[in-house]
């Protein structure tokens, strides 16, 4: 099954409407969001705890690294840049993360609210170049939509 990015977009801003806590939005964004493709094999955010620092949030999936530095992994380099990373071969990415050894591809957006940089969503596919700049446009578009006026 692949993504109908008009059909997910509106059952979560149905799902979220009038929530602003940050937690609850990552979590039902999570869920949503991994459940509405079969190429998402781990879906999930990893927040700006400390001044550098990303710490695992709500998840789907097999278990997340818990702690990932700016200047580490696929996630720090979008937390760092502030830039979408979209990873068609995750081993030829210098200092990739591997949480799962079963991750070929992974697309990395950053998050913001209204203060600035939250956070990160992750999404690792277990195939070869399995994200486009379509699901980086409409994941960018959902996440705006959801969090920039927090
Ligand atoms: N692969 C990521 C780490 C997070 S996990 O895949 C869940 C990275 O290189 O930042």
Redesign the pocket.
Known sequence: MRVDYHALTQSIVALTAGETDEIALMATLACEIHHSDDRFD?T?F?RVTAPGLLK?GP?Q?GH??LV?PFD???????ARSETTQLVPD?NA?P??????SS?RS?L?IPVFAARGLIGVL?I?SDRPDAFDAEDAKALETILASVFSDL
């Open positions: 781990w999930g990893y695992i998840y999936g997340g690294c990932i580490k992994g696929v996630c720090g380099a979008a995750v990415f200092g990739h993360i591997a949480c799962a991750t992974e990395v992750d690792d």
